[in-house]
């Protein structure tokens, strides 16, 4: 989704058609929202959108995220083989990981979707896992 989705989903959410519009019905200065489409400020407009209670609205909710995501397998995100479709990748789709992953928080999952298709589009999904890696449990 690229700006002008979101700002095409802004407007038709509150039945508007120009900037001015909408910065009146979400409280912000013409200026700023006008800033936003500019820089391509896809994070401000997400935090606004959360401040005022229209994310799933705007973004679409986790579980729409979860069923583009079923398809593709968890797995691949951690194989560090060259072939990424390896026999142990788990199909989440059949599976209670999927489960598990609808009662995280939405917010974190759904940047987690965010990177690693992110770092897939890059072929560099080896960072994903070096990072997770890095991580401490206590």
């Given at each position: 989704?690229?700006?002008?989705?979101i700002?095409?989903?802004l407007f038709n959410h509150f039945q508007t058609s120009t900037i001015r519009e909408l910065s009146?019905?979400?409280?912000?200065?013409?200026?700023?929202?006008?800033k936003w489409r500019q820089r391509e400020s896809i994070n401000a407009i997400k935090k606004k959108c959360r401040e005022i209670g229209i994310y799933n609205e705007i973004f679409g909710d986790l579980s729409s995220n979860i069923n583009n995501f079923h398809n593709s397998n968890i797995n691949k995100a951690f194989?560090?083989?060259?072939n990424s479709h390896s026999q142990d990748s788990i199909n989440i789709g059949?599976?209670?990981?999927?489960?598990q992953v609808s009662k995280m928080n939405q917010t974190i999952v759904?940047?987690?979707i965010n990177v690693y298709y992110k770092l897939e589009k890059k072929g560099d999904l080896k960072r994903?896992?070096?990072?997770?890696?890095?991580?401490e449990f206590e």
């Open positions: 989704m690229d700006i002008n989705d700002f095409e989903r009146e019905k979400i409280n912000m200065s013409e200026s700023t929202v006008s194989d560090l083989s060259s059949n599976n209670p990981i999927c489960e759904y940047s987690f994903l896992h070096k990072i997770l890696g890095e991580i």
